[in-house]
């Protein structure tokens, strides 16, 4: 039974591209608060599941609510501000200092560049801070990518597969923040091969396959 | 809407200075153009020809393309497109911001060709600073129209390739308009109604963008 606090619910939802079912037909409901892992085989649908969350590719039949806004009808723009996405691709201007990358995202959600200093602390870059971004590893990447998050501090993380490239460190690093951001509100969805690390966690499990759910830990 | 211009534009500028690919490949593309214009004209008709300003347009042209695509491939990756799609920007804004820094590169761009041109194939200077102003115009909206075709091309296969073919036809008006222009500014002529001709292109080409950006990004 779906609570008034679920921060996301879907009904049957499907997304298709060019006539190709991503999505075919997931129910879910996630709670306010909670640590929420995506499984599945590559093409599960675990991308897709993230992407419409996101408000990133339409939902073709169907409904849904993320956050309050309906996925159809909704303002779209409305609720990706309200979202944070961190792709497994690179999601920042290469050309662009890690400073730089904050200053343009603080400034465009009208937030103060003063907790910048304090977000690359958290995250460990504050000895690269004015490295342009390409020069970058793959986990001080991901690492800006979790500062880009801290700093806009939305209510719904999003996260595709982010222990790609992660050491052990990293990935202990990871865990750790997710924890202390569930542990602060927010609501964190992560798409990830493995399982989680940290045993105190305890993320619920959900496995997609053929783009549906078929199996969950609630 | 024009804070996010402002944003966008001051991203775009500061990207370009960083990576100096218009400093380094794109003008001395253009004025390897220019020169090769000169040669083709022969040492004793370019001062004389009437052929100076359809040359400089020309290679404008050919650098505005490559402009427009460099401008697209800054937020090309797919990542990089879906964080900033999650940042909630206003489209018309975004527009607004890459129009205005494609029309700074191509400003700088023109005034070098516009200095190559006058070195290069003799053109008169003082025609040519007669012509600066519908110059400015002219690459104004060739930025606004580039910035709205290259969203509808951004992404797609062959996206550098398809995005000639599809700006050709919206950039001709203006190339013919910035040309006669020119050319009444060095040979005299009607000026003011060309002037006023790109005027209006300008505007008509930043009230579609403005209204148009969002749904082609979405697209």
Request: glycine share 12%; aromatic share 6%; proline share 4%.
């Amino acid at each position: 039974m779906a609570g008034d606090l679920d921060v996301v619910r879907l009904r049957d939802a499907v997304v298709l591209s060019n006539g190709f079912p991503l999505l075919s037909g997931v129910d879910l409901d996630i709670p306010s608060g909670s640590l929420n892992v995506v499984t599945g085989a590559n093409g599960a649908g675990k991308t897709s599941l993230l992407r419409l969350l996101a408000g990133l590719v339409a939902l073709s039949t169907g409904t849904g609510t993320v956050a309050g806004i309906d996925l159809i009808e909704g303002d779209q723009r409305q609720l990706r501000r309200r979202v944070g996405w961190l792709g497994h691709e690179g999601s920042f201007y290469n050309d662009l200092s890690v400073r730089e990358n904050l200053v343009f995202a603080a400034r465009a959600l009208e937030r103060p560049t003063s907790d910048i200093e304090s977000v690359v602390e958290r995250v460990g870059l504050a000895h690269r801070v004015d490295t342009t971004t390409k020069k970058l590893s793959a986990g001080q990447r991901r690492r800006l990518g979790l500062a880009w998050l801290l700093l806009r501090r939305p209510e719904l993380w999003l996260l595709d597969e982010p222990y790609a490239s992660l050491d052990d460190s990293g990935r202990t690093f990871f865990d750790d923040l997710l924890g202390d951001v569930v542990a602060g509100g927010a609501t964190v969805v992560v798409s990830a091969h493995d399982p989680l690390r940290s045993s105190a966690l305890r993320p619920r499990t959900i496995l997609l396959a053929g783009g549906r759910v078929v199996r969950d830990s609630a | 809407m024009i804070r996010v211009a402002l944003l966008v534009a001051a991203k775009d500028l500061r990207i370009e200075l960083r990576s100096r690919v218009l400093l380094w490949q794109v003008v001395p593309f253009g004025v390897m153009a220019l020169l090769l214009s000169g040669l083709a004209l022969g040492p004793d008709h370019a001062g004389n020809s009437s052929a100076g300003p359809g040359l400089f347009y020309l290679v404008t042209l050919f650098v505005a393309l490559l402009m427009i695509n460099r401008s697209q491939a800054i937020e090309g990756t797919p990542g990089t497109k879906a964080s900033i799609a999650t940042l909630g920007l206003d489209p018309a804004g975004v527009f607004l911001g890459k129009s205005l820094a494609l029309a700074v590169e191509l400003w700088v761009t023109g005034l070098v060709l516009l200095g190559g041109a006058v070195l290069v194939l003799h053109t008169a200077l003082h025609g040519a600073l007669v012509a600066l102003p519908s110059i400015l115009v002219t690459l104004g909206a060739m930025s606004a129209a580039g910035t709205l075709y290259g969203a509808i091309t951004a992404g797609g296969d062959g996206s550098a390739t398809l995005l000639p073919v599809l700006t050709l036809p919206a950039f001709a008006p203006l190339l013919i308009a910035g040309e006669r222009s020119f050319s009444s500014a060095l040979h005299g002529g009607a000026l003011w109604e060309w002037w006023v001709i790109l005027a209006v292109a300008l505007a008509a080409y930043l009230a579609v963008g403005i209204l148009l950006y969002g749904v082609l990004e979405e697209s």
